[in-house]
């Protein structure tokens, strides 16, 4: 044993393993006067009263009357996030209900019950861990224990800190004491995660919401305390320490704390943004003058300076969205959590605040996806800068209403923006088939224009023989029997390799099985005949065969649809294919018993047994269904367009941005019959279908049909 400020010294001994030191230097360690550990400001400053809790005035105000009018709950649950003094007034609760002047709402500080528990040694008021005592055993003897009276206190208070942490036994080990509690017991239960507490214990006890504390209110006290502390420090740098915070007491002062510790007593701005990460805010104020006056390279210049000297992608990202959300709160006439440059609210509107939020969000799920961060923000700057100089929504929105209430002329030209140029005509654009789009005449099936060469025929010479269907039964044959027709105008290539001529090709009949060629086809190239070009013929007989095929043959139906109806007696019907629909021909090869199925549905169909073949045509072969149906489509397609390009103020748009109509969606309305009302067609604003709409208009394709 040593006396005090004395030194102590460890020499050679025996080690507690039994060995000996090997000599060398002595450590010593020095028992001075100043062996007193340092207390963060944190617990230095934690409040002792009601009155010093920091943006709780509600809840403390609440227990206070509560002490005053002696109507004190046996059980309370304090709720919120991290700092914010859940257990700070529990312990003020605590002292206020064991005071010996008290009950009081102002608790002395001074007598033997508030110093033990300001220290935390009291014996009646017991703290414990829910994270380290959470099971069933710890909530047995807790209920054992509070059946005895107070030792010296007025009341035994139990404090227990992150309660969401005990088990679900334990909770139901603790339902009925926490009901029916002895007289003398009071408590008191603190939870970071209220959603984790069952709502069995909710109910027994009297919650109390923590919010979160407010910049301006975290930046007042953090002056404060640096009066007291006697430290120099701007109001910028602590309103960043309040920020950073994120509405927790204690993470600013632990903040204060090492900025202190980094700076001494006076704290330099800068320094302080390079050790907590931080952009000074007027670098943020920079980028986004430069972003509001399109001065993208400006943007891209300070950004670069940034990351040039150490800073970081996502802290810059994060910067920008904090004050975006400041622009925009301060834009809505709404508090906001920091202070602003006057003119920075003004320089944007609400939209284009979205457009730049927009942008920002879809950054960060980029961010982490990728190993070029620095490449994803100079986009996003470039891309913020120029979508400001769109046109908002409202002023075309505005336009149009005016055009639709009948006002002469056009809008007038806002100053700054360069007056009105003449339309430039543009030469008609020909949808493309694939899509199905309607043509720009009106009523009129689409023509290929006259310059476009012819489509490539076969040569007349090579095709003598025409196509045709063997007869396989006399009229009065009741046999239903589907035959493929030999393919004519083409040549395959035998086994051997050697080609085989149409002639020496002969027939397959669909009953014997799958059908199919064999070996390799030579299929010369040909230029894909045009819809319009190929003779119409009525394909009713083929559309009925269809229709009795049921869901379960689909693939059947639609290689159908590829074909057309050459020959319909009572006897058969002749089925051929285009050349341009080959693939589907084979396909049918290859699909099952497609005698049964087909000698079935005509069956149904006509009412009595008929024989079906099908076969290849040739280049001139007659419109398939699916043909038909397509320019029914654009027929109705073309008539939409005219109608909707007849009425007034869309004519006046189309002229006002030089734009040409593409598509027309109807909405169906009761009433709303375009042969009854020309004018009247009402483009939607919301969901859009793909599906001409049936407008009832028979005698407007009429003439299209005689055509």
Known sequence: MCRRGAWLELGPSRAATGRHSTGGARPFFHKGRNNVSYQVLARKWRPQTFEEVVGQSGITQ????????????????????????????????????????????????????????????????????????????????????????????RFKVIIIDEVHMLTREAFNALLKTLEEPPPHAKFILATTEAH?????????????????????????????????????????????????????????????????????????????????????????????????????????????????????????????????RDILTAKMNAPSRSSLPEDLPELFSVDQLERIFNVLLDLEQSFRQTEFPRLLMDVALVKMSRSLSLVPLEDILAQLKRMGSGSAGYPAATPGREPERAPVPRPPVRPS????????????????????????????????KKPVVPDTGSAGNTSQKVTRTPDKGFRRKASGGAPVTPGNDSGRESGNGVGGTTGNQDIPLRKAVQIEDKPDTDNSALRALIAQLDETHAPLRGMLTYAAVKRDTDEELVLVFHPDYRFHMELMDQYGDVTGLLAGAAAKAFGSPRKISYGMGDRNAPRAVIDQDILEKRRREARKI?????????????????????????????????????????????????????TGDDDILEDDDAE
């Open 62 to 153: 609440t227990l206070a009357n509560a002490i005053r009018l002696n109507r004190i709950g046996h059980a309370f649950l304090f709720c919120g996030s991290r700092g914010i003094g859940k257990t700070t007034t529990a312990r003020i609760l605590a002292k206020a209900l064991n005071c010996e002047s008290g009950p009081t709402d102002t608790p002395c500080n001074t007598c033997r019950h508030c110093r033990e528990i300001t220290q935390g040694n009291a014996m009646d008021v017991v703290e414990i861990d829910g994270a380290s005592n959470r099971g069933i055993d710890e909530i047995r003897e807790l209920r054992e224990n509070v059946k005895y009276t107070p030792a010296t206190a």
């Open 196 to 324: 984790k507490v069952p709502v069995t214990i909710v109910s027994r006890c009297q919650r109390y919401d923590f919010r979160r504390i407010d910049v301006a209110t975290l930046t007042e006290f953090l002056r404060d305390m640096c009066r007291r502390e006697d430290i120099q420090a701007e109001d910028s740098t602590l309103e960043v320490l309040a920020r950073m915070a994120d509405g927790g007491l204690r993470d600013s002062l632990s903040l204060l704390d090492q900025v202190i510790s980094f700076s001494g007593r006076e704290i330099d701005h800068e320094k302080t943004m390079q050790l907590l990460g931080r952009i000074d805010p007027g670098l943020m104020f920079d980028v986004f003058r430069y972003i509001a006056g399109g001065n993208g390279a400006g943007a891209l210049e300070r950004f670069g300076a940034y990351v040039d000297g150490g800073g970081s992608e996502t802290v810059f990202h994060r910067e920008m969205l904090d004050l975006t």
């Open 642 to 694: 005219e109608l909707a390009g007849s009425r007034p103020e869309v004519a006046r748009v189309m002229k006002m941005f030089r734009g040409e109509i593409r598509e027309v969606v109807l909405r169906e309305s009761p009433g709303g019959d375009l042969k009854k009302a020309p004018g009247s067609l009402d483009l939607p604003s919301g969901n859009a279908v793909d599906e001409p709409v049936d």
């Open 433 to 464: 088939p694939a899509r199905g789009s309607a043509p720009r005449s009106a009523g009129d099936i689409p023509r290929p224009p006259a310059n476009r060469p012819e489509p490539s025929r076969p040569d007349p010479a090579a095709q003598k």
